[in-house]
């Protein structure tokens, strides 16, 4: 899978920030099946990239990311589930490169499969790279 997208200007600190472009590519691969008693499990790697043009230099930041993802769905439509991920990648601007604090989440999450192919998503990151998402997705 892969997606691309553009930046059309923001503040990077205190400074404006000119456009730029997001990309990436990713996959993913179910492990394990969900058997009678036992949870799926789900691996992930992605590649992102975005870049901007700021005052001082360009702005690249590079993200590489594996994610493991452990859960069991009850009824056909709850999936309560355990997430790990491990990322990093540098990120460069002004002369200077750096990179995340964390290099890690873990955290818990759920999917609540609707009628006609919508869906509800909740995730709660609390340790590491710490993030709570809600989400709305339709399948088709």
Sequence with gaps: MGAAGGIFGGRLGAEQSGPGAVGSVAGSFLALDQGTYSPFLQLALSLSVSGLSAPQSAYVAVDARLAAVVGYTFLERVTPYVVARVFGGPVMYGGKTGTDLYHYQVGLGAVLGLPAGFDLS????????????????FSF
């Design 122 to 137: 909740a995730e709660l990151v609390p340790l590491g790279e710490q993030r709570f998402t809600l989400s709305a997705g």
